[in-house]
């Protein structure tokens, strides 16, 4: 997975993606070295599995957001689950996934 975050910066920005989704406390789930802001939690391999998101507490975060990472998870459905869990009530889920016909071709 490479940059994916930031390939799609300057068309979130114009969208108001940011000021939309993510406020408050957030955490980005499989950011790597490419967190989706600066204050995020960032959340990786080094932090632990990105399907059971260990040491994070029900209803802890207002957004949780993980791009390209589903698709690599023996269980996407588990790890949507727990994401929303992580979730306060009424906070944002954003899971980016890759578009089957676009990806890896630089679209």
Known sequence: MGQETSK???RREREGY???F???QG???SCGNDPVTPDCLPGDREQGDAQELPGVAAEQFDWVYSSHCLEH???PWAAVGRCGEALKPGGWLLLPVPD???YEQGC
Do not use: K, S
């Open 73 to 75: 998870l023996p269980d």
């Open 27 to 29: 955490i980005d789930n």
């Open 22 to 24: 993510l406020v408050a």
């Open 8 to 10: 799609a910066w300057e």
């Open 100 to 102: 089957e016909d676009l």
């Open 18 to 20: 940011f000021t939309r």
